[in-house]
């Protein structure tokens, strides 16, 4: 590597680390950690109302779960987001079910709308998370799911 060269990578990386200092102050740590996590711009613009906060209903059949996060979206809509352990980035249809409870359950408990889909946040050994949207059942499949579990549960 040619002395130009050098001087024009050290330039480059002095810029990057000024870029970075000055933007964490004029933003701040939540849009450096944002970035870090890869999180979708949706998620980033959206206001977080739920953190593993436990929610349940009785109607029409009786849920409950513990969304990881629930976002409010530039739309007005709730997104519900749950991470996931994972070897790999996929997703699963027992995550599109859980995701869908949590929708049902938050559809009838909260007055806004819910979104048509979540995210599942999926973290893989020494990478940085992944997020993947997750289209989501509708109530009647949700409901028709737990009244089978239920009753399944009472012949036993």
């Known amino acids: ?16 680390t000024l870029i970075d200092a000055i933007s964490r102050r ?23 109302v739920m953190s593993e906060s436990p929610i349940r209903t009785q109607t ?42 949590y929708a049902t359950i938050l559809a009838h408990t909260r007055p806004e709308p819910v979104a048509g889909y979540g995210y599942v946040r999926i973290i893989t050994a020494g990478n940085r998370p992944r997020y993947r949207k997750v289209w989501l059942l509708p109530e009647g499949k949700v409901i028709a799911k737990q009244r089978a579990i239920q009753q399944a549960a ?3």
């Open 1 to 16: 590597m040619g002395p130009e060269l050098f001087t024009l990578f050290l330039m480059l990386a002095l810029g990057v």
């Open 60 to 101: 029409p059949v009786a849920l409950h779960g513990t969304p990881d996060q629930v976002f409010l979206n530039h739309k007005g809509m709730l997104v519900p987001v749950d991470t996931k352990l994972r070897r790999d980035a996929r997703t699963t249809s027992a995550d599109r079910l859980q995701l869908s409870v």
């Open 154 to 156: 009472a012949r036993t």
């Open 26 to 48: 004029v933003f701040g740590k939540r849009v450096h950690w944002t970035a870090r996590e890869r999180m979708p711009r949706e998620l980033q613009l959206s206001q977080l």
